[in-house]
């Protein structure tokens, strides 16, 4: 077997193995950890997809940002010293059922099906530059819209997450008056 | 499907070991959609959803259609992925100040 071949398993079981982790732990926080891993063994296959220009975006994004605000939401609303970490779980059987039903039938689809290949893959030794030109010609539209998004996700974030003022000076002369 | 032709596509990862890889992704993140009581680990199950998506993007991008349009999409996925945990996050910190629980299950009110 050849080490390429080797290391895709280990990446690939290093992303379900941990992603089954971050799915049936008790505990909030482990989680939360465990998805770091997942992130991680993806960040690998995508380097094996030759893009090498995501895997690094996919370990800055979704490592750096979305899994410490993922955290910091964790600690933000869980009790820590009072009421444990852990939480349970819904309708367990129905969940069961349909999630093995949605996943056999994606296995059998995507094994059976005979996709067209082109003949030549990607010949690019890195995808940076490609993808800032695409992304400032054919793509610019999108881009522009994704800054705008990105923009009001922040604005409404801020906006949504900060108590109003009248509870900060209600709670302010609360703790006056101890 | 014989054992040795199981083999040989088993030392050969192409296109298929990717989409199947992941479609176990997706299913582990709709189970958590589907089963788990705290709001924030729901929000993990989307982010492995979207992943799955991602690595389907790429995988095609590189297998089938030889250029980096799948990857670009990808790139808006994981933009669009920030800002929708920004926003989700805000979310579930405002639920919490108002009812002091994220559990899913309880929050059946628009208010206090």
Known sequence: MELTVILFYVFALLTLASGVVVVFSKNVVHSAFALLFTFFGVAGLYVFLMADFLAITQLLIYVGGILVLLLFGVMLTTKVFDIQVRTGTLHILPATVVVALIATIL????WGTEWKMSGAPLDVTSTAPALGEKLLTTYVLPFEIASVVLVVAMIGAAMIARRDRKDRTSARSEGGSR | ?????????????????????????????????????????????????????????????????????????AIFV???????????????LNIYQT??????????????
């Open chain 1, 107 to 110: 296995v059998v689809l995507f």
């Open chain 2, 99 to 112: 009812f002091q629980t994220v559990n899913v299950d309880e929050i059946s009110q628009l208010k206090d």
């Open chain 2, 78 to 92: 994981i933009i669009l992925a920030a800002a929708e945990a920004v926003v989700a996050l805000a979310i579930v």
């Open chain 2, 1 to 73: 499907m014989t054992f040795e032709a199981l083999t040989t596509w088993l030392a050969e990862p192409g296109l298929s070991h990717y989409l199947i890889l992941s479609a176990l992704l997706f299913s582990l993140g709709l189970f958590a959609v589907l089963t788990r009581r705290n709001a924030i680990l729901v929000l993990m199950g989307i982010e492995l959803i979207l992943n799955s998506a991602n690595i389907n993007f790429i995988a095609f991008s590189r297998y089938t259609t030889g250029t980096l349009d799948g990857q670009l999409i």
